[in-house]
């Protein structure tokens, strides 16, 4: 019997930062991104400019995988941490994030570029204790910037 290949990656969930600072993100099931400014109805990072460059800033889209949210969840003693609690924009099942900075991705009709890993902020350890550490080392998400304009929807796949 030939061995089964992995899954294919994809879009687990897909969450909006509130216009509230540090209230909950809303999970919806689908997001439109345009290029070089962001997320759709995302008011907080939605077409930001970088005060030192006065262009459009890289910091459009977050992304994280389920199965680092997983490891963190069980290394802190927690049977979960819910879809949306660590901040990310997009959460992703089947594929190392990190592996792929550098690299663009396509997700639905949209294009991104990895550019960097996450910073978690001090809101990680709202969650649990400890989870803020965790989140370092490459373990923490990606931040991407928008190429191609374009939905994704949950479960949508992702290729790199």
């Known amino acids: 019997m030939p061995p089964s290949s992995p899954p294919p990656a ?3 969930s897909l969450h909006l930062h509130p216009a509230e600072p540090g209230a909950p993100l809303q999970t ?3 997001i ?3 290029a070089g400014k962001g997320i759709l109805g995302e008011p907080r990072y939605f077409g930001k400019t970088s005060r030192r460059t006065g262009k459009p800033t890289r910091r459009q889209v ?3 995988e389920r199965e680092q949210i997983a490891e963190h969840a069980t290394t802190l003693g927690l049977q979960s941490i819910p879809p949306g609690a660590v901040r990310a924009n997009i959460e992703t099942e089947g594929i190392n994030l990190i592996r792929h900075i550098g690299k663009e991705i396509k997700i639905g009709a949209a294009v991104l570029f990895l550019y960097e890993g996450r ?3 001090h809101r990680m ?3 649990c204790a400890g989870l803020r550490s965790l989140m370092e080392n490459n373990r923490q998400g990606v931040m ?3 190429i191609h304009s374009g939905a994704i929807h949950t479960n949508d796949l992702i290729q790199v």
């Open 28 to 30: 919806v099931s689908q």
């Open 10 to 12: 994809r879009v687990a």
């Open 125 to 127: 350890d709202a969650i």
């Open 119 to 121: 910073t978690p902020c």
């Open 144 to 146: 991407a910037e928008i």
């Open 32 to 34: 439109g991104l345009v």
């Open 62 to 64: 977050s992304l994280i």
